[in-house]
C-alpha cells in the first residue's frame, strides 16, 4: 500500500532550535509539496518540487526556512531558528507532474508532523 | 492574487439532513478544482477533481458540481461517518491552493 511518510510524527522543541522535517514520497511520484496548516490560515502552500528541482518556495519565510530533495525518495523541510509562531502541523504530499493532460491532479498526504516550537 | 474561500467555516446537521457547502475561487488559468476530506489528525483525502463549468461527479452521499465562479459539495442523507472537514483547493498552472475548509458535524 504506497503511501507518504513523514517524519517526525510530533515534535516539542525550544525557541531557536533547529528542526528538520523529512518526508518520503510515493515512488514514482514526480511532484511533491509542503504544506503548513493552523486554525487560523488553513493549509498554506510553503514550497513545491517537480523532478527534485524547487519551482516555488514563495510561502516560506526565507530567512529561517529551507527546503530541498536530496535525492527522489527523500524530501526535507527545515526551520533555523525555530519561533513559536512557526507551530503547526506540516505536511507533505506527492503527486504526478500537475502540468501534464492527463493527470487528474490528486495529491496524497502523509500524515503530518506536528510541531510545537515553546 | 489566486484565492480560494469556503463557507461555512462550520456547519452541525442532524443524520439524514442534506446541505451544501461552498467553494468560491478566483484563479488565472484554473486547471482543475478538487475537493479533500480530511478526519481530524489525519492527512486530506482526495475526493473529486472537476475540470469545466457544468461537470458534476458523485460519490456515495456526496455530489460535486463547478461553476464559472464556485463550487459546491452537496450532501444528501449525511450519516455520522461523514463529519470531517472538507477542503477544497484549486490548480493553477502547476501547484494546488488549498481554501480554510468547512467543519462538518453530523449528530445520531
Known amino acids: 500500500d504506497a503511501r507518504v511518510t513523514q517524519t517526525p510524527r510530533d515534535k516539542v522543541t525550544e525557541m531557536g532550535q533547529e528542526v528538520t522535517m523529512r518526508c518520503q514520497p510515493i515512488l514514482g511520484h514526480n511532484t511533491v509539496f509542503w504544506y503548513r496548516q493552523t486554525m487560523m490560515q488553513g493549509l498554506e502552500l510553503l514550497a513545491y518540487f517537480r523532478n527534485r528541482a524547487p519551482l516555488d518556495d514563495s510561502g516560506m519565510p526565507k530567512d529561517r526556512f529551507s527546503a530541498e530533495m536530496p535525492d527522489a525518495t527523500l524530501a526535507t523541510l527545515k526551520i533555523q531558528p525555530s519561533e513559536p509562531r512557526d507551530s503547526a502541523v506540516y505536511f507533505c504530499a506527492s503527486g504526478l507532474d500537475l502540468t501534464s493532460g492527463s493527470n487528474t491532479g490528486e495529491l496524497f498526504f502523509g500524515e503530518g508532523s506536528r510541531l510545537t516550537v515553546l | 492574487e489566486d484565492q480560494v474561500t469556503q463557507s461555512p467555516e462550520a456547519l452541525r446537521l442532524q443524520e439524514g439532513e442534506s446541505s451544501s457547502l461552498n467553494c468560491s475561487y478566483t484563479?488565472?488559468?484554473?486547471?482543475?478544482l478538487f475537493w479533500y476530506r480530511q478526519d481530524p489528525g489525519k492527512g486530506p483525502e482526495f475526493l473529486f477533481t472537476?475540470?469545466?463549468a457544468g461537470e458534476e461527479k458523485e460519490k456515495e452521499r456526496l455530489k460535486a458540481t463547478l461553476t464559472k465562479k464556485e463550487s459546491f459539495l452537496h450532501i444528501t442523507a449525511p450519516k455520522p461517518e461523514d463529519s470531517a472537514t472538507y477542503l477544497c483547493?484549486?490548480?493553477?498552472?502547476?501547484?494546488?491552493?488549498f481554501g480554510k475548509g468547512t467543519r462538518l458535524h453530523i449528530l445520531p
Open positions: 484563479v488565472s488559468g484554473l486547471r482543475g
Open positions: 483547493a484549486v490548480q493553477a498552472y502547476d501547484k494546488i491552493i
Open positions: 472537476l475540470y469545466s
